[in-house]
């Protein structure tokens, strides 16, 4: 899409016919969507020189677009414009309005006017979360059309008072220039969670650079950035939404804490989005050991994703008293149930070696019909095991397939608690 077709978008005639667009039928019958749009006269004497079709292309591609991004901005998503790429690498709200939390806290000390800095900011899901928390701030993006979107945007969410966006290239930001600063750089490649720091744009060891200029800053970063990485002066918080791990956040300056790793559990109830959902903490212990290695207890704690990368399984099985089944293994096991959004609680049914023959004849006898399959540091196909079992009774029924030492176990269990909601 070019700047200029996305920007006949904005006018008042773009925005009415971009409303107009059904976007259930448009996604149902696109041809017959397209071609009422081509037909629109008002889309003709939007064109202004553009070939009328790259107009309908933009149009179209905005509808869809915007039912898309519900996923991760809600209702908000309507009002808003994006790009496939910006809305790609987006930060959910969920996500952005608890970093923005924090932010906001150090935000509010600043004076004489200074304002924050989102180095990199797309479309400006950050953006709008520091600025709709009554932070000024100023974006930067190196590409013209995605710095035109957010621009769209802060005028969408009616944030023009607080923030603004320029088109230019961060590494050209001076050392200092923003007290406060935000930097998500693109990962190049879409190669999803790999962590490889000269696929940054910018270089990783520039978004550090830079977080080290300012008084308080804050860098996204792949969830998979190994621990060896993380820089000495910053405190890293893994964040997982509805049980997906999702983001690194590191904090420097005076927004980084005594705490050295955080796991941070969101989650979105049922799609609110926004903050209203559970929310928990684990900080990591610099005092605590290895945690026990004991054989199966009562029940078994499958911890949220964001526990597990940020390497706190030891401190959460101290919450509850827990033990490891493997000391390589994340699983661990309690004589008490207690239910968090940072873990699952299974009760043990039976714990058994591996065997198909065995777990079959376990499932029948406990009138098993669904089943849950979960595993860590097992290979076998789940999706084949679901078949084999062969399961038709009317109870549910989790199976956990795992190793111990170095055989195979797979252990029945009933679920105990979903993570709490509160
Ligand atoms: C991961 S996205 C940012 C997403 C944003 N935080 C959000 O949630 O909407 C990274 C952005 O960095 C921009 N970018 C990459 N290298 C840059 C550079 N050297 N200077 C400015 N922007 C750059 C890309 O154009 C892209 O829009």
């Not at 009415?16 to 696109?30: G, I, K, N, Q, T």
């Amino acid at each position: 899409m070019r700047v200029s077709a996305f920007e006949a978008l904005l006018t008042d005639t773009g925005r009415e016919v971009l409303a107009e667009v059904d976007p259930e039928a448009a996604a149902r019958d696109p041809l017959t969507a397209a071609s009422r749009l081509r037909q629109d006269p008002r889309v003709a004497a939007l064109a202004l020189g553009l070939p009328v079709s790259e107009l309908v292309n933009a149009l179209m591609t905005q509808v869809a677009l915007r039912e898309r991004g519900r996923a991760k901005f809600g209702d908000l998503a309507r009002r808003m414009f994006f790009t496939p790429q910006g809305l790609e690498q987006a930060t959910r709200r969920a996500v952005a309005g608890h970093r923005a939390e924090r932010m906001a806290g150090f935000a509010s000390r600043l004076t004489g006017g200074a304002c924050a800095g989102d180095l990199c900011c797309g479309i400006g899901a950050d953006l709008l979360a520091l600025a709709g928390r009554g932070v000024a701030v100023e974006g930067v993006d190196a590409d013209p059309l995605t710095a035109a979107v957010a621009r769209a945007n802060i005028g969408a969410l009616g944030l023009d008072g607080l923030a603004r966006v320029r088109e230019g290239d961060v590494t050209e930001t001076a050392r200092g220039r923003f007290p406060l600063l935000f930097c998500d750089p693109a990962r190049r490649g879409g190669r999803g969670r790999v962590f490889d720091p000269t696929a940054y744009s910018p270089p990783w060891d520039a978004a550090v650079d830079l977080a080290r200029g300012a008084e308080a800053a804050c860098l996204k970063a792949a969830p998979g950035i190994p621990h060896e990485a993380l820089p000495e002066d910053a405190s890293a918080e893994w964040i997982s939404v509805d049980g997906e791990l999702k983001e690194a956040t590191l904090w420097f300056g005076a927004l980084a804490d005594g705490c050295r790793r955080r796991a941070t559990v969101l989650h979105e109830r049922e799609g609110l989005l926004a903050r209203e959902g559970a929310e928990a903490h684990l900080d990591a212990d610099p005092e605590a050991g290895p945690a026990p290695v004991t054989p199966a207890r009562r029940y078994l704690y499958d911890p949220d994703p964001a526990v597990v990368r940020s390497h706190l399984v030891a401190e959460a099985a101290a919450r509850v008293d827990g033990s490891l089944l493997d000391e390589r293994i994340a699983y661990f096991t309690a004589d008490k149930a207690e239910i968090s959004p940072l873990w699952r609680v299974l009760e043990i049914v039976e714990v058994m070696p591996f065997s198909l023959k065995r777990l079959r004849a376990a499932i029948r006898g406990l009138n098993a019909g669904t089943v849950t399959i979960k595993k860590r540091g097992s290979a076998v196909d789940t999706e084949k095991l679901r078949r084999d079992l062969r399961a038709s009774g009317t109870e549910a029924v989790t199976v956990v397939l795992t190793r111990i030492g170095e055989r195979p176990f797979s252990l029945l269990c009933r679920e105990v608690g979903a993570p709490a909601s509160a």
